[in-house]
């Protein structure tokens, strides 16, 4: 199966600070996903994004499909946005999913 | 329109017990998926369904088994329970070939 590797593993930030989190895979998918889960367990979509740049809010991301990397921009974090951060490639009706990036922003 | 909804939210078995749990798809989705979250293995695939054919299916052995109604609503079956098989399961669905959006997890304790 398709590997997929995350970085960094953990990530402690100061309010108001930004962040890049990377997701590298080994082959070409169909599609790529960033998740923010919550405490309670549930993957809250953020972005679909096989290839190109999108933007909402605070959040970026962007996928370069020909050299299999996805980064998640955060800006100005909020200490809302801590919690795990998963990046899944889909390829035959699978998701294959990294290992996370566990973010704490402290106010 | 509402979300993937996963039932029951949390479940206590005993060793040996059989569990079932659902998954009721967002309306017009016709692919249900499920996934397997532990702390030490992170989150595994179990199966996809769609339009009721199990399309692929994860390294599970077979004590784990699912199906698909023809309504699209999911349900997974997991016999002969194991102390290992406590895990958080998510269940997702999608339209064919386009963004998953995943429920709340049904969060399974094995006692």
């Known amino acids: 199966g398709i590997q997929v590797e995350q970085s960094p593993p953990d990530l402690i930030l100061q309010e108001g600070a930004n962040s890049t989190l990377r997701c590298n895979f080994s082959?070409?998918?169909?599609?790529l996903q960033w998740f923010h889960q919550n405490p309670w367990g549930q993957l809250i979509n953020l972005f679909y994004?096989?290839?190109g740049t999108k933007q909402n809010g605070r959040l970026s991301a962007t996928t370069v499909a020909t050299e299999r990397y996805s980064l998640l921009y955060i800006s100005s974090s909020q200490t809302t946005d801590s919690g795990v951060y998963f990046c899944a490639v889909e390829t035959g009706n699978q998701f294959y999913f990294g290992t996370g990036t566990s973010l704490t922003v402290i106010p | 329109k509402a979300g993937v909804t996963q039932t029951p939210r949390y479940l206590i078995k005993t060793r040996g017990q059989q569990v079932t749990l659902s998954c009721s798809p967002i309306s017009g989705h016709r692919s249900v998926s499920w996934y397997q979250q532990t702390p030490g293995q992170g989150l595994q695939f179990l199966f996809e369904?769609?339009?009721?054919?199990?399309?692929n299916k994860g390294n599970f052995p077979g004590r784990f088994s699912g199906r698909q109604f023809s309504n699209s609503r999911s349900e997974m079956n997991v016999s002969t329970l194991e102390l290992g098989d406590s895990a958080l399961y998510l269940c997702?669905?999608?339209?064919?070939?386009?963004?998953?959006?995943f429920g709340q997890g049904t969060r399974l304790t094995v006692v």
């Open positions: 994004i096989p290839s």
């Open positions: 369904y769609f339009s009721e054919t199990q399309r």
């Open positions: 082959d070409s998918v169909n599609n």
């Open positions: 997702a669905s999608s339209l064919e070939g386009r963004v998953a959006f």
